[in-house]
Every structure is written in structure tokens, then in C-alpha cells.
């Protein structure tokens, strides 16, 4: 996945760089990048206020479980995986499992993780169910 460009993240994502990044450099560019965007200190403050919520609202999300939705996909379709004909290169289930990684959802990645094992045991105990049913009944 390519990163994109400095002068195409939005003014928060600046602040988060700027505060939390480790890369001195691109803190800098992020800080020139910032600058250049002419901000008074009345919307500065403001976008430091909605950096400050975005922060918590990254925290609180860290330690949320998977919702319904996400739990059904990740029991039913374990390798079943919804995409369209022209990404040929993206698996549903492991990008979601990159996204919790980047964005630091500890919690959801681990239970992401045991969810897709029970649907895999699942399938397995189908096709099992399935092929005995056949040989029992099928004659």
C-alpha cells in the first residue's frame, strides 16, 4: 500500500504526526506542511480541540470488541471472501486483520482471530456432516 502524499493528509492527521510521530523528518515535513496552510490561531485551536477527540475517541475504539457485523463475517466467510473481480490482490478477512493492526485494535485482532478459527472448525464440521449424511442416507 502506498502512502500517500503529506500535502493530502488533513489538518489533524498534521497535528498527529507533528505530536506522535518517531520519523523526524517527516515531522518536519509535516510541520512545513501545516504552516503552509496559513492557519489562524483561532482554527488552529480549534483543529488542536478535534485532535484531542479524534485521540480519545482512538482510545476508546482500542478496546471495543468486534460488533455483530464483524463477527458474523469473520465466522461465515473465514475464506469465503466477498471482493470484486478486479482486486485480485485483496483478501477481505486479512485486510481487516491489517486495518486492527494499523490502528492498534488489540482486542479485536484477537478475537478476529479466534472467530475465524471457529468458522473454519465450522466449515470443516459441515462438509464432515455433509459427507457422512451422503454415505449414510445417500444409497
Known amino acids: 500500500m ?7 493528509y488533513s489538518i489533524v492527521e498534521l497535528i498527529d504526526i507533528i505530536k506522535n510521530e518517531t520519523d523526524k523528518i517527516l515531522s518536519e515535513k509535516a510541520e512545513l506542511e501545516l ?3 496559513d492557519l489562524t490561531e483561532k482554527q488552529l485551536k480549534k483543529f488542536n480541540n478535534d485532535y ?11 478496546d471495543k470488541p468486534l460488533t455483530t ?7 461465515f466467510l473465514p ?8 482486486r485480485t490482490n485483496d483478501h477481505f478477512t486479512e485486510s481487516e486483520f491489517k486495518r486492527f493492526e494499523k490502528y492498534g ?3 479485536k485482532s484477537k478475537e478476529a482471530s479466534k ?3 471457529f468458522g473454519i472448525l465450522f466449515w470443516i464440521s459441515v ?3 455433509i459427507i457422512l449424511a451422503e454415505r449414510l442416507y445417500g444409497k
Do not use: A, G, H, M
Not at 484531542?52 to 482500542?62: D, M, P, Y
Not at 457485523?69 to 465466522?75: K, N, S, Y
Open 79 to 86: 475464506f469465503f471472501t466477498p471482493r470484486p473481480k478486479w
Open 105 to 107: 485494535f488489540q482486542r
Open 115 to 117: 472467530v475465524k478459527l
Open 52 to 62: 484531542e477527540k479524534f485521540k480519545k475517541f482512538q482510545l476508546e475504539r482500542k
Open 127 to 129: 462438509i464432515i456432516v
Open 35 to 37: 504552516k503552509s496552510r
Open 2 to 8: 502506498n502512502e500517500k502524499k503529506i500535502n493530502r
Open 69 to 75: 457485523e464483524e463477527w458474523l463475517t469473520f465466522f
